[in-house]
């Protein structure tokens, strides 16, 4: 190594920090360069498409089981009963918030556009139980005991209308064929019910 | 100490019937309580400070939660170090990692005995000041291989070695680099060379402008100082990047505040040196302290000196938090291929430049040349 | 006085480094052996982030499968989307909208920037300078504004589909990117001044873990740890897909400028150089994305044909490749994912020896590996 | 060069180790030759100056169900062409040549394809599990696979 290697180290060494550290003081002096947003009292309002907790507007979900479908850590479920007039009632739409990902695949899907993302990001809970999201606040239980007991009533409606309308016709044609009361007798399904898979399917 | 004790004894009378042997006592123990709280003050404040500039540098904000401007900030920290649990490792060597801190902190606070705050403000003028403070400065370097050793933990144990050598290997560019303030002043009393460059309206009497010689020792000094005080770029021992925390990375709670606290007073100790040796010390531009009722006197000097010290922390400070971290090998190569031999040669050049001129600076010579 | 050897026995020491240390860039446990500093051999060992995710994929459909590229490697999820989209892509014959495809384009590239200044970010960090990772994060958060923007998210985006993007850009995203790339170009400099050529840091990384162009090649280096050597390879020029064709840019490789050709230096500047070629290709893409829809026409049940396919496209960390076979089903039969950063990790323990324990931080750093992708 | 010709090649060089070329469907194209060849098919590929497939891009096991298979996907540095390689492997004891001498880059993925297919690569330089612990059970990549319920006590 030469004499003026050396020297020249040195001077490279003290140009290159004095270099450094102008940039450092010019950040150093100039306050408006601070970036740093004071969180709690100052918030960043979160952008249109932000994709926060999701939320169900239960009055528009037509149950299609979509959501499910599509999710891919499966942290939604819901279940729900045919009502009297055909349509599915939901008894029970849950969320497991501290599963979900974010992805926002089951909002893409959602035919109704009922279920949406909010721009809610703050949660903490000490229990993971409280992270699931119930977005129909009655029992499951209560509401397929109402239906049932709806669909019940309306079948016995039914019945006894088209018992009416038999024997009105039974008095205009006695002749006919016995079908109405057969359809409507049908007892309240409670067959689209999205249970959770076990536990062992889902590693990772 | 005993000559303060003697002069007070003498200022108040009611003392006159007490024994002397506690006048003295007394006079020291309320020294180094000052000198106490004011390093621990420091620590406290120092980490502050540092955190603001780390803050406004890297376009944050820093502390502001705690007090005003986030002040009450290390009253915070301190609290939660006092409160938090003293951990010992089961297979630590419970003897030498109880001791380290204590010695790590002996040993940076034992240096303000010597440090010149104002005219009369200092604890302990000793005709060897600047080599006091070089060798109870060394005595960091047994207490930070002793945590690393005794912590039984190996990334501790390389921060204890790096430290070890790197303390060491910058003693001997410091020593050196600060010899020319000590021939200049003929004494290596920190009092006597502060009152050498007391001249030419108190600016252009200091060490620093005497010739270019000094002006790199002072350089010198500096770099190699912040070396000893284990800053970035120097800051081995501690590496967080790569020995995790180096020796202190077993301490916790009030254990750790020790060594925290030891860091900051070198750092000021190390200000303190170099305000000293080359910045004047205590001189007021343009003002003569001295002269002044002793109250005033030594306030202002005070505050001089201080002032000096600080802007020189705040310089480490910045350093600290642009440059990256060298190597271990380029650190040795530093110390032992540039700043050892360039030390050297500055000395070399300051002492004939002593002979030369007859110990005479530029600026003295300027000042005989117009008046 | 003189001891003998034996009086004075050298062992050497067995240290972790990992899987928490601050600059393994995740959960990498590196086994060192050192002689005091030096090292004498040090073994990586991975695989504490695995989750499984070639697992999942054979148990999720093809579409299912998009958010779990993002959390292949968080710091450029926009890029192992899009990788992932051309793969399905390839295996099914889609044909994409050009328009989506200039959107993929933009955000890949915008992810590109925002993960090499990660990369330079948290490298620096590791090298003891702390501040120039937190100017990078800084401009990485614009990043992070614009893609919020974009699809809601600001790590995991999930934002490419098969067959085009999940939305067309909101108003005004392309003048806030313009908007953005000005602000950025000037900081590259900035950057350079305060911290590459700094003279400490060159000599940390200079002639350190130096990598010949044919270890490069053998060892299966892609991305800028290739180009660091000296290899002048980028998928995006030598085996181009989607539209990069119709962009103008240079492939940055090493030039060995202070030190020698394939070390720690190079790779990082290599690095540095490409954060401006992406800022060449915005301009670009942003001055000719055309109108038209984002998404080709997927039916919601897609079952690609029976096949294989093998794609690979330009990662920040080197080269994505999906290794998709399809039995016809829903499900891909096999998901290989192939990352770059893993098999980066091969060559680690073959230019570590003799290193130091510092340097150890900085080959880490210049690989610029991200431990989920390595571990996936 | 199109994998067609280094089928073609390959059939002309090493006779019926050579077994298939398998193009529909396939991007890109797969020739599959006999695991007991491997090693000189993988010498010739990398060495001969018309092939020169220095770059091993991807390794992968792959459970067909019936039997397993390594991929092999190899890139031309010199050429700028690829081709796919292929070997079956019986589900019984599986086991082909390593290749790690021929292209290092292999040694990684080699690795994982051991520990997640449970196919064994005689030769390798340093074969251990890499993803999963050490004493992990099973091999979980492949078809068949059963979860285990605890991990060291732990519920899975």
Known sequence: ?204 | MESFALSLVKAVPALSGVPMWTVTLTAMVLTAAILLVFALTFGGLGSYVLRKVAGDIQVRIGPNRVGPYGLLQFLADGAKLILKEDIIPAKADRFLFILAPYLVFVGSFAAFVVLPFGVGLIASDLNIGVYYVMAVTSLVVVGILMAGWASNNKWALLGGMRAAAQIISYEIPVGMAIMPAVLIAGSLSLQDIVRSQGGLLGVFGWNLFHNPFTFFSFILYFTAAQAETNQTPFDLPEAESELVSGYNVEYSGIRYAFFFLAEFGDMFVVAALATACFLGGWHVPFFHAEALPAFWGNLLSLGAFLFKAFALVLVMMWVRWTLPRLRVDQLMRMSWKYLVPLTFVNLLGVSLWLLLFKGKGIPQMIASLVG | ?376 | MEPQTVFETLKGKFGDAATELQSEGFRPAFVVVSPEKLPEIALFLRDDPAMKFDSLMCLSGVDYKDRFAVAYHLYSMTHRHAVGLKVFLPRENPSVASVDGVWPAANFMERETFDLYGIDFPGSKDLRRILLPDDWDGHPLRKDYKYPDFYHGIKV
Not at chain 3, 48 to 69: D, S
Not at chain 3, 298 to 324: D, N, Q
Request: with cysteine; glycine share 6%.
């Open chain 3, 1 to 376: 006085m003189t001891r003998p050897a034996e009086a004075l026995p050298t062992q050497e020491m067995l240290i972790n480094m990992g899987p928490q240390h601050p600059s393994t860039h995740g959960v990498l446990r590196v086994l060192l052996r050192t002689d005091g500093e030096v090292v004498v051999n040090a073994r990586p060992d991975v695989g504490y982030l695995h989750r499984a995710l070639e697992k999942i994929g054979e148990r999720v459909t093809y579409a299912q499968f998009m958010p779990f590229t993002d959390r292949l490697d968080y710091l450029a999820s926009m890029n192992c989307n899009c990788a992932y989209a051309w793969a399905v892509e390839k295996l099914a014959g889609i044909e994409v909208p050009e328009r989506a495809e200039y959107i993929r384009v933009i955000v890949s590239e915008l992810n590109r920037i925002s993960s090499h200044l990660i990369a330079f970010g948290s490298f620096t960090a590791d090298m003891g300078a702390f501040t120039p990772f937190l100017y990078s994060i800084r401009e990485r958060e614009r990043v992070n504004d614009l893609f919020e923007d974009l699809c809601g998210n600001r790590l995991t985006y999930n934002f490419a589909r098969i067959g085009g993007v999940s939305a067309d850009l909101p108003p005004g995203f392309l003048e806030k990117t313009k908007e953005f790339l000005d602000y950025f170009e000037p900081k590259i400099d900035e950057y350079n001044k305060l911290i590459s050529y700094n003279k400490i840091f060159v000599h940390r990384l200079a002639k350190v873990a130096v990598i010949t162009a044919e270890d490069a090649i053998a060892y299966g280096l892609t991305g800028p740890n290739l180009r660091g050597s000296g290899v002048r390879f980028d998928l995006r020029r030598d085996e181009p897909y989607s539209v990069y064709p119709k962009l103008d840019f240079d492939v940055c490789v090493g030039s060995g400028e202070r030190g020698a050709l394939g070390d720690c230096f190079d790779r990082y500047m290599v690095r540095i150089n490409e954060m401006r070629e992406s800022v060449k290709i915005l301009r670009q893409a942003i001055a000719q994305i055309p109108e038209g829809p984002v998404a080709a026409k997927v039916p919601r049940v897609f079952k690609p044909p029976v096949g294989e396919a093998y794609f690979r496209s330009e990662c920040p960390r080197g080269e994505t490749g999906f290794y998709l076979i399809s039995d016809g089903t829903g499900n891909p039969s096999r998901l290989k994912i192939r990352t770059g950063s893993f098999v980066t990790m091969n060559i680690f323990e073959k230019v570590t020896v003799g290193l130091m324990i510092a340097d150890i931080v900085a080959v880490i750093g210049s690989f610029d590996i991200i431990l989920p992708e390595i571990d996936r």
């Open chain 1, 1 to 204: 190594m030469g004499l003026k290697q050396y020297i020249n180290d040195i001077v490279e060494a003290v140009v290159t920090t004095a270099k450094g550290m102008r940039i450092t003081a010019r950040y150093g002096v100039d306050a408006s360069e601070e970036v740093t947003q004071q969180y709690p009292e100052e918030r960043r309002e979160p952008s249109e498409r932000f994709r926060g907790f999701l939320h169900n507007d239960v009055a528009r979900c037509t149950s299609c089981q979509m959501c499910i479908k599509v999710c891919p850590v499966d942290c939604i479920s819901l279940e729900a009963v045919r009502g009297a007039d055909k349509k599915f009632v939901l008894a029970s739409y849950d969320i497991n918030i501290g599963r979900c990902m974010y992805c926002g695949l089951c909002v893409e899907v959602c035919p109704t556009k009922s279920l949406t993302h909010t721009s809610g990001y703050e949660k903490a809970s000490v229990n993971r139980g409280e992270l699931v999201l119930h977005f129909i606040h009655e029992d499951a239980a209560e509401i397929k005991a109402r239906v049932a007991k709806q669909v019940a009533e309306a079948a016995a409606k039914a019945a006894e209308a088209a018992k009416a309308a038999e024997a009105v016709k039974a008095a205009a044609n006695p002749a006919a064929p016995d079908v109405a009361p057969a359809a409507a007798n049908k007892p309240a399904p409670a067959e689209p019910q999205a249970k959770e898979k076990p536990e062992s399917e889902k590693k990772g």
